[in-house]
């Protein structure tokens, strides 16, 4: 009865509750919309209509010269982003392994260390890094990207394995070795086998990171080696000519398509990810 | 006597793997200490020379630092970071825990609802600048649309206004990680004991108030760790100001990692660009080193 009486209290907070979520969904939504729609309207359409009116022509014009400007580019992160997170991952892995299950001493004292590395600003060693490249003539590589990429990834990629595998109990391994398996045996056999899910997250995240990446990509690049997010960026701010903002829209997408992909297909994991990567030590 | 036989085989195996765990951190631990403090102290060492296109190694003191404080385009990127980093922390703490709190209350569609609010986290910075300039372009933006939709006398043009431009940053920014910070207060909620909710709410207690009085001050390490984050991001945001303003109008929307970049790298003045960089590093101690010793001290307390 007193639920009965309760009750219409209850479902107008509620009302209210749906409305501000459901509102707060379009405001998110929003500039994915206006981008996609900007990037299907020709040119006088974009000039006579406004960001949310409905292409009177949808058109893939924007797109195609898009795709034309960037595409160059756009291979340029793949062949960045593909190696360094394979790389750093591994490294990674590895290195949680010692850390979690072979400690020496010192690795404790080593583990603080590149903690630290989460939250370099990555600034103070900008220059520094640049004359490394320079003197193994990896300046504006793609190599030397991936290079610059698995170095300064390396303290998160060795942060989530080493949380991950502290988790697990010592006495798998000690038992392990007592049977006489070694260091490689224990990690591909027993180890291994069950990090999928934290290898899952450290792939996600360093594949969003070194795809979304800008400042490395601007410092250490130039012309033909620089990844998407340069070339957006410059194809968005030159000030010569005509403003396209459907090409740039439609670049943009390009530029974000590949994350916002992975985040839909494993959001799981890239939610987890960003929480761990809220460091807890 | 098989564990003789395996004594003696042992031996040289034993050696190696009490190696090799060193082996395999060795090559981390020697990019740690020259790719990260090596580096560091370069920087610093650099930021006490003349150097301006190329790296000299001729000391000059404190004359660096020195010339940045008299630079008035450093005074206004490190006031608007300031402005940028405080609007930004504030807006995505509020809105993040808001619309965690409300997720919180068995809503339908949850998970759909969760998506779409994260989604720009996993966008570019250079993207969300991107659509954001577009947004925010007075004459055919959102500055259009509300005056399309009927709201004659409305203006938006922050994005050349020199007094407001830091505000579309802000904008920005809040959107992209708002979602972020709902997800973590969201899990954060998950992990609350109901039973205390409920002895709350038989002692009459509001649900606003109990969420205000109860719930939430349960939730300090996730608000603290929070701070930190967007701190973070706030004090090394370079692309998102690189896409939407490029520091411009003049430079009255430029940050100290803007700042840092062209000083160093399109200005040839690499020794104050140095010490620019030096000073991001003293703000993110000032407030890494706070988190990290109160983190430490509630461990130990545990």
């Not at chain 2, 930004?88 to 759909?112: K, M, Y």
């Amino acid at each position: 009865m007193t639920s009965l009486a309760a009750k219409p209290s209850i479902s107008l907070s509620r009302i209210a509750i749906y409305a501000v979520l459901i509102g707060a969904v379009l405001i998110y939504l929003v500039p994915l919309v206006v981008m996609l729609l900007t990037s299907f309207k020709s040119p006088e359409d974009i000039g006579t209509g406004n960001l949310l009116s409905w292409p009177t022509e949808i058109t893939a014009i924007g797109w195609v010269k898009a795709w034309a400007t960037v595409k160059g580019y756009f291979l340029n992160s793949i062949l960045i982003t593909v190696p360094a997170v394979l790389i750093s991952t591994a490294i990674g892995a590895l290195n949680g392994y010692v850390l979690s299950m072979w400690r020496f001493r010192g690795s404790q004292m080593f583990f603080g260390l590149l903690l630290f590395g989460c939250f370099l600003p990555f600034q103070t060693v900008l220059l520094p890094a640049s004359f490394t490249l320079g003197k193994m003539g990896l300046a504006s590589t793609t190599t030397g990207l991936v290079f610059v990429h698995v170095v300064y990834g390396l303290a998160f990629t060795t942060l989530f394995f080493r949380n991950y595998y502290v988790s697990i109990p010592d006495a798998l391994v000690k038992a392990a070795r007592l049977d006489g398996a070694g260091f490689f045996t224990i990690f591909r056999r027993i180890i291994l086998p069950m990090s999928t899910p934290i290898i899952m997250v450290c792939l996600i995240w360093q594949f969003t990171q070194i795809w979304n990446d800008f400042l490395f990509g601007v410092v250490f690049s130039s012309g033909d080696s620089q990844p998407i997010t340069v070339a957006l960026n410059n194809l968005v701010n030159t000030s010569t000519g005509v403003k396209e903002y459907n090409v740039d829209m439609a670049a943009a997408m390009i530029a974000g398509l590949p994350t916002l992909l992975v985040y839909v297909v494993a959001g799981k994991y890239f939610v987890r990810g960003l929480t761990a990567g809220a460091v807890k030590g | 006597m098989s564990s003789v036989a395996v004594f003696s085989k042992a031996s040289p195996f034993d050696a190696l793997q009490r190696w090799l765990p060193k082996l395999v951190l060795a090559p981390s631990m020697f990019i740690v200490l020259v790719g990260f403090y090596g580096y560091i102290l370069w920087t610093f060492v650099l930021s006490f020379t003349n150097s301006t296109f190329l790296p000299s190694y001729k000391f000059v003191g404190l004359a660096q630092y020195a010339r940045l404080f008299d630079n008035d385009r450093w005074w206004v990127a490190s006031k608007n970071l300031a402005v940028f980093g405080g609007m930004f922390i504030g807006i995505s703490l509020v809105v993040g825990v808001l619309l965690a709190v409300f997720l919180d209350q068995r809503i339908r569609r949850e998970g759909f609802i969760r998506t779409i609010y994260l989604y720009p986290m996993a966008l570019s910075m250079i993207v969300t600048g991107t659509a954001w300039k577009w947004l925010l372009n007075p004459g055919m933006g959102l500055d259009k649309l509300l005056r399309d939709w009927g709201w004659e006398g409305f203006r938006l043009d922050w994005l050349i206004d020199p007094d407001r431009v830091v505000y579309c940053l802000v904008i920005a920014a809040v959107w992209q990680a708002s979602g972020f910070i709902m997800a973590m207060f969201l899990a954060g909620l998950r992990g609350v004991d109901q039973s205390i909710i409920r002895a709350a709410q038989i002692d009459g207690a509001s649900m606003p108030k109990i969420y205000w009085k109860v719930v939430l001050p349960s939730l300090r390490p996730v608000f603290f760790s929070s701070v930190m984050i967007l701190a973070h991001i706030a004090i090394k945001s370079f692309d998102l100001v690189a896409a939407m303003t490029a520091g411009g109008p003049g430079y009255s929307s430029d940050l100290p990692a803007m700042f840092m970049y062209s000083f160093t790298f399109s200005r040839g003045q690499m020794g104050m660009g140095s010490a620019s960089a030096i000073l991001m590093l003293g703000a993110i101690l000032a407030i890494l080193v706070p988190y990290l010793y109160s983190e430490l001290r509630t461990k130990r307390n545990d």
